[in-house]
């Protein structure tokens, strides 16, 4: 790996680390918003049959309540996320076939993601799902940029 990409990689890492932790945090205030329980604490309601109390909620509950309500930390998180992704792809595939077939994957993924989370009437829920529509559209339309330069040279 050169130099920048090192560094951008290493960079990628610290700020998902801190957007992990700063969203884990400001999601922690799902355990004060009781009335958020039942649409919020979907992975405990899964691990504990539907009752959720204080002492039991999951920790994955922390970050649903910081993308439904403060979701900057998340979108960091998100996005530093897949940058590590595409850049290790991009270095362990050699084929531009295969790099191209790996992207469009990936942005068909984070599609398919925000399809999942279109029902959420919370304004941060949307933010989430508009920034996973973005960066899935620009990963297939990079992917469609290197796929027809390959066949124009050709």
Known sequence: ?????????????????????????????????????????????????????????????????????????PVIMMVSFIYMVFTLGIKFLKSGTKRNLFVSILGVLLLIGAGLISSSPTSGARVFMLSLILIGFLLLGSAAIHHFRKAQLN
Request: overall charge negative; charged content about 20%.
């Open 1 to 73: 790996m050169s130099y920048k990409r090192t560094i951008s990689f290493g960079l990628a890492i610290m700020f998902f680390c801190i957007a992990t932790f700063a969203s884990w945090y400001e999601g922690s205030e799902l355990v004060d918003n009781p009335f958020e329980w039942k649409h919020t604490a979907v992975f405990t309601s899964w691990i504990h049959d539907g009752e959720v109390e204080r002492e039991n909620i999951a920790q994955l509950d922390y970050f649903v309540y910081s993308i439904k309500f403060k979701p900057i930390f």
